[in-house]
């Protein structure tokens, strides 16, 4: 089916459920309940997963393949957003054009990235990614605020003259992006017994997309092209010796890898028409290795798995406060109460960042391949334990009776 094998199909179509039925998944508890707190189902949140889930995505197809670890991807995805906001500017609010520039110039961008960089490997490419990342940061956060406009960010205004579009709508307000003319920040609530589901245009256009960049890196891993990309990660130094060049492979993975993180910045800027240097930063760079490798790098859905872990326990650990916790521990005496809050109080709020370490450092620890070999380790011992049953079944039934 799509062209995979069977394992691929299984792994492309829990994909395809995971994105489609998210407004489900990520609300599993009502909306009057004390739990209600740890549901996901906002729009907001849901594309934050699914565009960054298209960033990994594209990151994983460099690194997981060659092994080659970039700390400028980041980069790519600030171009995507400002290419995206420029056309929103310039042609209409039409994201599908936006989209298409923004994966055309991060895709520019990597060419010329990509071919200084990879003269280099090892330690000595990461340097080199990571001082590119930095100097675009610093090129649009101070240089180049004709076109970036600095540290305030790019963004749409009622002066600006949209060829294809009005500058402004008939209440004199400033248009919204939109899916020809389906507005992206348009969703539906639906309440079903005391559950509350978001359907967002915004999500699903994303969704799909996603889907459908999620797709082309399944054939891309399975192609002759991604065998040979396999190769270079295992010895480089011998496919130089049997006479290939690997040069070409890696910086066209390269610039495929940063189309991806230029279709993930036009995302962003078609859901909320702003860019801003900070997409450019090195923090933003190293969230991408964390996801991949959290997730599980050199996987298919490991990426996916990563950015969803990281985004949602961001929300979920960022939004506890004192007052929550206060909450949750209200049943115990006053001195313990504030006692363990007060040993909580680092790990939430704004010391989620904390805490998100401490368990990205037990997944590396305990699961080296990430989440997905956690589930593999799971899926094993639940195959173990049913061949002994089958075989003691066997036996018993071969035995002669008394």
Known sequence: MFGLGKKDTTVFVVVIILALCAPFILNPFPTGSSLAQFNAGYPDLMQRFVIFGIFAIGFNLLFGLTGYLSFGHAAFLGMGSYAAVWMFKLLSMNVIPAILLSMVVAGLFAVVIGYVSLRRSGIYFSILTLAFAQMSYNLAYSVLTPITNGETGLQITLDDPRILGSSATADGSIPVTNLFGLEMRHFTTVDVAGWSFNFSVGYYLCAVIMILAFYVAVRIFRSPFGMMLRAIKSNQQRLYYTGLNARPYTLAVFVISGMYAGLAGGLMASMD??????????????????????????????????AGFIKYFENIFSKINDSVLHGWFAFLPDGLENFVIAILHPFVGKGWHLTLGLMFMLVVIFLPGGLVEGGQRISRALRRDKPEDNGAASKASHEPAE
């Open 273 to 306: 028409p702003l860019a801003g240097p900070e997409r450019m930063q090195w923090t933003a760079s190293g969230e991408v290795v964390l996801m991949t490798i959290l997730g599980g790098a050199g996987t298919l859905i490991g990426p996916v798995l990563g």
